[in-house]
């Protein structure tokens, strides 16, 4: 799992998410972390999933991301 400073340190970057199987939606999610938001029980993710529009976020509690990796610019 994933530490909340981890990801807090991620903000504004483009990310490989992989996401623990009770997770709803897809297991790997590839986008730019957009912002968290800090809880009682820990932190909220959000992002900005690669060829979404620019509503169509997403958003994690952290103990569903299994690991978080910086990932290169998507290919236009």
């Known amino acids: 799992m994933v530490r909340p400073e981890d990801l807090e340190s991620l903000v504004g970057e483009r990310v490989i998410l992989q996401l623990s199987t009770a997770a709803q939606g897809n297991p790997v999610v590839a986008g730019r972390i957009v912002g968290v938001l800090r809880a009682l ?36």
Do not use: R
């Not at 820990?42 to 620019?54: F, H, K, N, Y």
């Open 41 to 76: 029980d820990g932190l909220v993710v959000t992002i900005a999933p690669d060829g979404a529009e620019s509503t169509g976020h997403l958003t994690y509690h952290y103990h569903y991301v299994e690991s978080a990796k910086p990932a290169a610019p998507p290919k236009t």
